[in-house]
């Protein structure tokens, strides 16, 4: 099984919310950073959030800072990206991935299968 398994996505209206799922097996999950990157067709993957181990610190992209939230529930071995105030822009592949230690910019270990996302009226 991969270690990281999407859930989550589907088709929402502008200004609309969505939840997005990542759930970790086979690995050590309190002990991975998580984070969300999206790739929209044509253009580069890019870096959505990220949330440390301790479950308190998080970082975020500037396109969706105030509107998206990261959460982790490391006894469910499971990560979350809240996404409000949906805007077409925000279409795109989602995919989760963790690593073992984050800074801006690193690489991630695992990723997870990626779930579409469509923002559109």
């Known amino acids: 099984q991969a270690p990281l398994v999407q859930s989550g996505g589907g088709l929402v209206q502008p200004g609309g919310s969505l939840r997005l799922s990542c759930a970790g097996s086979g690995l050590s999950f309190s002990d991975y950073a998580m984070g969300w990157f999206r790739q929209a067709p044509g253009k580069e993957r890019e870096f959505v959030a990220a949330?440390?181990?301790?479950?308190?610190?998080?970082h975020y992209a500037d396109s969706v800072k105030g509107r998206f939230t990261i959460s982790r529930n490391n006894a469910q071995n499971t990560v979350y990206l809240q996404m409000n105030s949906l805007k077409p822009e925000d279409a795109a592949v989602y995919y989760c991935?963790?690593?073992?230690?984050?800074?801006?910019?690193?690489?991630?270990?695992?990723w997870g299968q990626g779930t579409q996302v469509a923002v559109s009226s």
């Open positions: 949330i440390y181990r301790n479950v308190i610190w998080t």
């Open positions: 991935a963790a690593t073992r230690t984050y800074s801006p910019g690193s690489a991630f270990a695992y």
